[in-house]
């Protein structure tokens, strides 16, 4: 026989989710734990001054210094297995953002150099054809200055005198397109 307390434990307990404890998957920390070794071991081939825009704990930044100094040997993998652990400790996340936002500033800024170079290697061996197709994309650029700059550039490279001229048109093509750009960011697309 049940008794009353035994009946209203037994009804209660249909209506409720029992919660179990999850295990956690060996494979997924082994994977996550392996993530962060990769992490140490990008975080080590970086410059100071790049780990200093990371904002890292001071121990870990430490540690990283001593792991970018080591031979590829066992104790740099010593020293990155430790990183790794820091790492979990610390907020990986943050740190991996902050990572992702260099790379993409780093390969922006190298699209943005070989574009000028083109333009500026264009504008020199093409003379007033390529300076009228650019102008048709950038009119607010010195039209005078440009044909100026061309002139100087293309007759050094005839002397074979040095590049002067060429880097003034380099360094004026690349504070154009950047004044464009800016432009274009803060100008909506669609007004509507």
Known sequence: M??????????EDDDEYIEYAVRPNKTQIKREIAALFELGEEMAELSNAQLNQLDLPAELKSAVILAAGMPPKGARKRQLKFISSLLRNADSDAIIEKLARMKTQSAHAVREH????????????EGNDALTELLEDCPEADHQHLRQLIRSAQKETEL???PKSSRQLYHYL??????VSTEQESTPDDLT
């Open 2 to 11: 049940i008794n009353d307390y035994e009946e209203d434990y037994l009804e």
């Open 114 to 125: 070989h574009k000028v170079e083109k333009w500026r290697d264009r504008l020199i061996a």
């Open 174 to 179: 690349k504070e154009l397109f950047e004044r």
């Open 160 to 162: 074979a005198k040095p």
